[in-house]
């Protein structure tokens, strides 16, 4: 090694001592410039940090770096009887950010430790990870005296997304911490089980506002059509932000009557509300919103206070209804002519495109049930919306969507 290299890779790891945090933040970055066993071995040091941010940079600077050799590292520091809770828990959190699977086995195996922060920092990073072996180690955890863990756990449960979490997890919307309430409600949206729908409709009847908004929020994740009314009667709430969060979950669950409602909150007296109402006619590409929203484009000159202005919002749901209206009109004219695989894509573009990184592993990897329920849902809604007679009866078009259902179950 030069001289002119071993003195940066001095200056750096002393950088790396600093008091200020954005100091050692920027050591970490350049010494992932320099690269070399010499500079990994310097931002290894860092993984000790007591600043997450700084621990943070350092874990995703090493990811792509020396991965496998980090993870090794810090699955020791797990297991080292003689290491301090404090920096096992640091490890935990860095491996939560490297979603390390080498590491769940250790983690679980300290869910029953008595430090809180090494018990918090287990539970983030077993969520991070997103392992299913976790899930009946956490749902106890549920019911911990410490409504923090209990948040954590519920939050895990929900970035693990195992449905053996919805029963467990549905007492808790009721939780005498209505923080854990809210983790709640959101965990049970990303579980999309119709188990949890009508627990979260009920609880709409609550009085806690951000309660409420998580609950809207979790309804909007399940995007079930059974949450519609009660949603509508709430763009009634004396609470304009109740009503914004309303708006924009009508736009996440779509649907004919969620339109409507939509195109009459574009005249609500809050400027937020008919911004997120522009906003969420706009995700469900109702070509019959657009009278309206062309009206509130020329005429709303109201902005937010983050200054966002509904005219732009308003223009936004403009384009993106044109969009799928070229889409609609790409498949009426195309689909004869598609792969099964290229039929698929378009129909998830035009009623589901968050579905789109699902059918890149088709051909890669099997299916997972979930998968398949969730790519044949958006068919179904094609095939309802558009795939039938008068007489409900499938139209040349409905009867290649079954085929497509059918051809689901097959890859």
């Known amino acids: 090694m030069d001289n002119n290299l071993s003195s940066q890779l001095e200056e750096f790891a002393v950088a790396l001592k600093s008091d200020n945090i954005e100091v050692r933040r920027q050591a970490i970055i350049s010494l992932a410039k320099i690269g070399g066993e010499n500079a990994i ?50 490890a935990a959190w860095s491996l939560g950010l490297l979603k390390a699977k080498l590491a769940v086995v250790p983690l679980i195996n300290m869910l029953d430790n008595e430090n ?10 077993l969520g991070q990870i997103g392992d299913k072996r976790a899930v009946e180690q956490l749902i106890p955890l549920l019911n911990d005296n410490n ?30 911490s209505i923080e854990v309430g809210e983790t709640v409600a959101e965990a049970l949206g990303k579980l999309k089980d119709e188990r949890a729908v009508q627990p979260l409709i009920e609880q709409l009847e609550g009085n806690d506002e951000r309660l409420l908004c998580s609950v809207i929020y979790g309804l909007g994740l399940l995007g079930d059509a059974r949450a519609i009314e009660p949603l509508v009667k709430m763009l009634e709430s004396e609470n304009s932000y109740i009503r914004l969060n309303v708006a924009a979950t009508l736009g996440m669950i779509g649907g004919t009557r969620a339109s409507t409602a939509l195109n009459n909150a574009l005249k609500d007296q809050e400027e937020g509300v008919r ?29 937010l206070p983050n200054g966002r202005k509904v005219k732009d919002a ?32 378009q129909v998830i573009l ?21 998968h398949r329920e969730d790519l044949r ?12 007679n008068k007489d409900d009866e499938p139209n040349s078009y409905g ?12 890859v």
Do not use: C, M
């Open 41 to 90: 071995n310097i931002i290894i040091t860092a993984l000790n940090d007591e600043e997450n941010s700084v621990r943070e940079k350092a874990v995703t600077v090493l990811g792509k770096l020396a991965a496998r050799r980090t993870i090794k590292l810090l699955v020791n520091r797990l297991k080292d009887k003689d290491e301090s809770e404090n920096e096992k828990s640091k």
């Open 116 to 125: 809180f922060q090494l018990r918090d920092s287990v539970l983030f990073a």
């Open 147 to 176: 409504r923090w863990i209990r948040d954590r756990a519920a939050h895990s449960l929900g970035q693990i997304g195992d449905k053996r979490a919805v029963e467990p997890l549905i007492p808790l919307l009721r939780d005498e």
């Open 275 to 303: 911004y997120y109402a522009a906003e969420a006619l706009g995700n469900i590409g109702d070509a019959q919103s657009l009278i309206s929203l062309e009206e509130l484009k020329k005429t709303d000159k109201a902005e």
């Open 314 to 345: 308003a223009s936004r749901a403009i384009k993106k209804i044109h969009t799928r209206q070229a889409k609609v009109s790409f498949i009426e004219n195309n689909w004869e002519n598609l792969t099964e695989l290229d039929l698929i894509r």
């Open 350 to 370: 035009k009623r589901d495109p968050r579905l789109l990184p699902t059918l890149d592993i088709i051909g890669r990897i099997a299916l997972t049930d979930d």
């Open 377 to 388: 849902g958006a068919i179904l809604d094609e095939f309802l919306g558009v795939g039938l």
């Open 399 to 410: 009867l290649r969507l079954e085929e497509l259902i059918d051809y689901l179950g097959h």
